[in-house]
């Protein structure tokens, strides 16, 4: 499975923005999905996930109410809209993919597949 992550872009406080993670592979509508974020200086965090079948989605409490998850699996992509972005929100944004858990992961350790990452920029 390969994965393409694309969608970010400047934007200032308070505005909106949707990243999209394509995907190569049949199986990819099989894996759970979730989405990850590394800013400058600090280790790759837990944003959200969704599950395989798109019946469970997971937040993270700093984008919880604010950020949604999202997935076509005819179209092999799995999308973050983002609103009410903060300048915090500033990061690389990562889409991964899980092969073998049986249950949505929020752990990175657990996802086998990684996108290139996509850069978000909030501005104050």
């Known amino acids: 499975v390969q994965l393409q992550a694309s969608g970010g872009g400047l934007v200032q406080a308070g505005g909106s923005l949707r990243l999209s993670c394509a995907a190569s592979?049949?199986?990819?509508?099989?894996?759970?999905t979730g989405w990850f974020r590394q800013a400058p200086g600090k280790e790759r965090e837990f944003v959200a996930a969704?599950?395989?079948?798109?019946?469970?989605?997971f937040y993270a409490d700093s984008v919880k109410g604010r950020f949604t998850i999202s997935r076509d699996n005819a179209k092999n992509t799995v999308y973050l809209q983002m609103n009410s972005l903060k300048p915090e929100d500033t990061a690389l944004y990562y889409c991964a993919a899980d092969q073998k858990s049986t249950v949505v992961a929020v752990m990175r350790g657990r996802y086998d597949y990684w996108g290139q990452g996509t850069l978000v920029t909030v501005s104050s």
């Open positions: 969704i599950s395989w079948s798109g019946g469970s989605t």
């Open positions: 592979g049949r199986t990819f509508s099989r894996y759970h």
